[in-house]
């Protein structure tokens, strides 16, 4: 079993859309979990930290942790064409190291 | 502020041949320093962490390996290449803390 899995899309919603974007991990010890937003051709940016369990929000974005479940998500409200990207969910594992999952990729059609 | 420079941005090169990825940090001292490879439609994977000058982990068995000639600088390189080593390639850096890591812009590296 794979420690951090991602559904890997693609995602296609139309502008104005809820995204609603999941990863489920395997290791209940982990507590520290992010989001990054990975544009075509270019490096992945941090978008989204959270730690332990609960939301949290900034702007048009929510991170949702549940460790009950072992289930984190990214909502995007009012979907943007420039919100079309790679959304990858990463945490670190008990090596210190931090893991991605495989990336959803997102397109938001005008 | 931090910044890290990755170069070059798109790499063709033959198979057998050597490479040589190099990435610099810069804004910071004594970064942990990462090099990840991304495959077509996959996540990242670890290939070398380094936490000082010298100072080189491998994560993964493979054609490569990594040097840490100076406090910010991370290299790449390869003897020999193999058509399994396209990939997307990307440095990143952290400073011991639990807040991500910082990426570069990344090496698009074709073998043919």
Known sequence: ?110 | SQTIHQWPATLVQPVGSPLSLECTVEGTSNPNLYWYRQAAGRGLQLLFYSVGIGQISSEVPQNLSASRPQDRQFILSSKKLLLSDSGFYLCAWSFRDRYGYTFGSGTRLTVV
């Open chain 1, 1 to 110: 079993q794979k420690e951090v899995e991602q559904d890997p899309g693609p995602l296609s919603v139309p502008e104005g859309a809820i995204v609603s974007l999941n990863c489920t991990y395997s290791n209940s010890a982990f507590q520290y979990f992010m989001w990054y937003r990975q544009y075509s051709r270019k490096g992945p940016e941090l978008l989204m930290y959270t730690y332990s369990s609960g939301n949290k929000e900034d702007g048009r974005f929510t991170a949702q942790v549940d460790k009950s479940s072992k289930y984190i998500s990214l909502f995007i409200r009012d979907s943007q064409p420039s919100d079309s990207a790679t959304y990858l969910c990463a945490t670190y594992n008990q090596g210190g190291k931090l893991i991605f999952g495989q990336g959803t990729e997102l397109s938001v059609k005008p």
